[in-house]
């Protein structure tokens, strides 16, 4: 029987990322927990928002792989105008913010695009007026504004953090004509573009780049979103209601992840980092109010074949797959043709086979496989043109 490529790292059936918006060095003094105010501004702090997730998530599900949005500016959600007191930094300027970002790549986590400063008020003087903002994407009147913007960013995250940014999300999920060919000139490896993506839970590619267009299939507010209050009067006036249709609106929520999961669809969770917002508003899907809910989520995950990856790891796996050719003409010999245009580094494939076998490479070096899933998987590093393996039984 033939050796095939599997449809996932290490054969998992699915892989899942905790992708959290919003990431910045930014604080608003609005609730009594730091943590609740805290955007990033903290860092590593007690009582940050990051340790608030660490010791309410991470400890848990340790595991978790998560991708970070972050601006590259000061974030425009607050502004002069703005109630409470808050502070703000842009990448670069505070040393502490940079060695934490730099720390979250340390521990596998990813640091990806969010715009430079997510958009605009459209009256400055009206801030918490409803529609009042148009986030970034949708200010672009130009392809060349749009992609020196955006070039900006990813020189500043190499600048800052020596780590080239390989993917990102339009900001509120927002764009409008030009927006996919302003990604697509970037030369990212991946962008996430609509949280529901178009009714279609996996991966696609668009432009001439091939960019890996990522789901955003599920909110972490899930299990708790028709029973946490939003600050909104009259919708919280409404979830007096709704509050007892959440455990009915449990069962679909956990029906949708199954079908993910036995699709062997990407499971993206979507959350932010705060719930503190300038509009008096609570921040929609964010790790606080969500905590709950997250852990229904991560509990279900944990029974399950999971491939806890990042982003950026996944889409790497994505490109491999895509761009590699196998074939065996002869029945102790494996040949996969890897056009690695991008010069993607540490490039990784997982193979299959319905019996334990060893495969070596050119150089002698052996490959063992292990059992994953009902099959003899093998895990493969794999270089730019032919790799060419001997297969022999293990």
């Known amino acids: 029987m033939e050796i095939e490529i599997a449809p996932w790292y290490n054969n998992h059936q699915a892989p899942s990322v905790l992708m959290i918006d919003d990431l910045s060095d930014l604080y608003i003094e609005k609730y009594s927990q730091n943590y609740k105010n805290d955007w990033g501004y903290f860092c590593h702090q007690e009582n940050s928002a990051y340790s608030f997730l660490e010791k309410n998530l991470l400890k848990l599900f340790p595991d978790i792989k998560i991708t970070f949005f972050v601006p590259y500016l000061r974030h425009n959600v607050l502004h002069k105008y703005s109630k409470e007191k808050h502070v703000k930094y842009a990448i670069g300027e505070r040393e502490e913010f940079t060695n934490f970002l730099k720390e979250l790549v340390e521990h596998g986590h990813e640091i990806a695009h969010h715009g430079s400063h997510h958009g605009e ?5 009206k801030i918490t007026t409803v529609n009042n903002f148009k986030h970034e994407w949708e200010l672009f009147e130009t392809e060349k504004e ?3 913007t955006t070039k900006r960013g990813i020189e500043i995250f190499k600048k800052h953090l020596n780590k080239n940014i390989t993917g990102g999300k ?5 764009q409008r004509e030009n927006s996919l060919k302003i990604i697509d000139q970037c030369n990212f490896l991946y962008w996430c573009e609509n949280i529901h993506f178009k009714n279609n839970h996996d991966f696609n590619f668009f432009g001439k780049n091939s960019v890996i267009s990522f789901p955003s299939n599920f909110s972490g507010n899930s299990f ?3 029973s946490y209050k939003t600050g909104d009067k009259s919708k919280d006036k409404k979830k007096q209601i709704t509050k007892y249709l959440q455990p009915l609106y449990n069962i ?4 949708k992840l199954n079908e993910l999961y036995q699709n062997r669809h990407i499971i993206s969770i979507q959350e932010h980092i ?3 917002t300038s509009s008096g508003i609570t921040q929609s899907a964010n790790i606080v109010s969500d905590i709950k809910s997250l852990h229904k989520i991560y509990k279900f995950l944990a029974k399950k074949s999971i491939w ?8 790497n796996y994505i490109y491999v797959k895509s761009n590699t050719i196998s074939s065996q003409e002869k029945e102790d010999e494996l040949i996969l043709t ?5 010069m993607i580094l540490n490039t990784v494939l997982s193979l299959n086979h319905p019996h334990p076998i060893v495969l070596i490479d050119e150089q002698g070096n052996q490959y063992f496989s292990n059992e994953s899933n009902s099959q003899h998987t093998i895990n493969v590093p794999i270089i730019d043109g032919k790799n060419i393996f001997t297969v022999e039984p293990q």
Request: net charge negative; charged share 25%; with cysteine.
């Open 121 to 125: 008020y459209i009256d400055e003087s």
């Open 146 to 148: 749009g992609v020196e």
């Open 170 to 174: 339009f900001c509120g999920y927002k």
């Open 224 to 226: 708790v979103r028709l």
């Open 252 to 255: 679909l929520q956990y029906k």
């Open 274 to 276: 705060s719930p503190a």
């Open 308 to 315: 806890y990856a990042t982003a950026d790891e996944i889409a």
């Open 338 to 342: 890897f056009n690695n245009t991008r």
